[in-house]
């Protein structure tokens, strides 16, 4: 019922769409005001991963209900107006795979779609030479992510235009060789 498939740049609307009713539903972890200064900045779409072809959409009929994406570029987490971004690439004999933005609909959660784009993000990355994947965790996010293996690693804030922080967390895992 569920299909995953690369995400492109005809999807972008229905993406941001699905990004900010996955934000503003399933993050109560953080204020309204968070939420809201960080959408479009640290919650968005990354055209650069659409056009990497490392940025997955999960389907049902024709309607996106997920996203999620992996990259071996350095931007750690965000979308086009990342505080943090940087394209350059990483190197996979040192580096790790950037595993990025995950948002399922508030619909559609607990039904395994998180997991398989994760599932879908570290076979990718692994098939591209990467031993381990690092990605930087909504407090809301960190179940999924420890539940596949990911370890935290630190928290901190990433600075919102509003001159809040916004907390979160790097987690890391060894792919399996
Ligand atoms: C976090 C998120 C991506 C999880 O997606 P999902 O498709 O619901 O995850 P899955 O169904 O694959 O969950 C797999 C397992 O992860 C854990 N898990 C996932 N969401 C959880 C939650 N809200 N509370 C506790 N455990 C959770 C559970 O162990 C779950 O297995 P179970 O349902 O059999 O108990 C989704 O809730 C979401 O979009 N949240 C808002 C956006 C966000 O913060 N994204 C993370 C960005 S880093």
Sequence with gaps: MVSLRTATLDDIPALEALITESVMVLQPEYTREQRVAALGSVFGVDRRMIADGTYFAATVDTAIVGCGGWSRRKTPFGGDRSP???????????????????????????RGIGSSILRACEAAAAAASFTRVELTSTLAGVPLYAVHGFLPQEEFGVPLANGGKLPVIRMTKALPA
């Design 84 to 110: 943090a971004k940087d394209d350059s690439f990483l190197d996979p004999a040192v580096d790790a795979a950037r595993i990025r933005a995950f948002f399922i609909h508030p619909a559609w959660t607990r």
